[in-house]
């Protein structure tokens, strides 16, 4: 069960915005709006921020917002702070049951 | 609050066997599909297997199928998972994590995780 893509690493300055990448295929990112994200800390459990493609649970800033466009689904941090440096997974539901996550991006705020 | 409290990892010999739990309070745990999934050291996620609020369905990933079990107590509000025939590539932080609505659609809360090493 191969992972979803996406870039080892992702940079920005404070202030700024950007987006992280997750491709996937037609079995799973293409076919479903099932994309999740979560931030994880190092040294902590992983961090629910966002849902079927673009939801935000309660609780998380509204600088964080989700896409999708065909395989690739995309979350965007906008006014990047300080404490978004962390890694970023997304994951999707894929077809026959299953469940992936994508590959990881570190996100450095320069 | 959601808690999730995991229990049961530690150090065993390849081939062996483990036994995790996964204590739930602060919600309805009768009323959510459950899940584990897994850190390797320095690497990335990865789904291990899920079970529906019922336990009448679990799906596993290939990586794990025919080795680990997955099973609810909805009295006792626990989750759990036994591990057969580890292997030194399961070494990994396992972490329980509530399913928001249906399974799929992705993991609300997790657990601060526990440590699975396999070596000799």
């Known amino acids: 069960q191969s992972a979803l893509t996406q870039p080892a690493s992702v940079s920005g300055s404070p202030g700024q915005s950007i987006t992280i990448s997750c491709t996937g295929t037609?079995?799973?990112?293409?076919?479903?709006?099932?994309v999740s994200w979560y931030q994880q800390h190092p040294g902590k459990a992983p961090k629910f921020m966002i849902y079927?493609?673009?939801n935000r649970p309660s609780g998380v800033s509204d600088r964080f917002s989700g896409s999708k466009s065909g395989n690739t689904a995309s979350l965007t941090i906008s006014g990047l702070q300080a404490e978004d440096e962390a890694d970023y997974y997304c994951s999707s539901y894929r077809s026959s049951s299953t469940y992936v996550f994508g590959t990881g991006t570190k996100v450095t705020v320069l | 609050e959601v808690q999730l409290v995991e229990s049961g990892g530690g150090l065993v010999m390849p081939g062996g066997s483990l036994r995790l739990s996964c204590a739930a309070s602060?919600?309805?745990?009768?009323?959510?599909?459950m899940n584990w999934v897994r850190q390797a050291p320095g690497k990335g996620l990865e789904w291990v297997s899920s079970i529906s609020s019922s336990g009448d369905y679990i799906y596993y990933a290939d990586s794990v199928k025919g080795r680990f079990t997955m099973s609810r107590d909805n009295a006792k509000n626990s989750l759990y998972l036994q591990m057969n025939s580890l292997r030194a590539e399961d070494t990994a932080v396992f972490y329980c994590?509530?399913?928001?609505?249906?399974?799929?659609?992705?993991?609300?809360?997790w657990g601060q995780g526990t440590l699975v090493t396999v070596s000799s």
């Open positions: 037609s079995s799973d990112v293409g076919r479903y709006n099932y």
């Open positions: 602060g919600f309805t745990f009768s009323s959510y599909s």
């Open positions: 994590a509530r399913s928001l609505s249906n399974w799929y659609r992705g993991f609300d809360f």
């Open positions: 079927d493609v673009s």
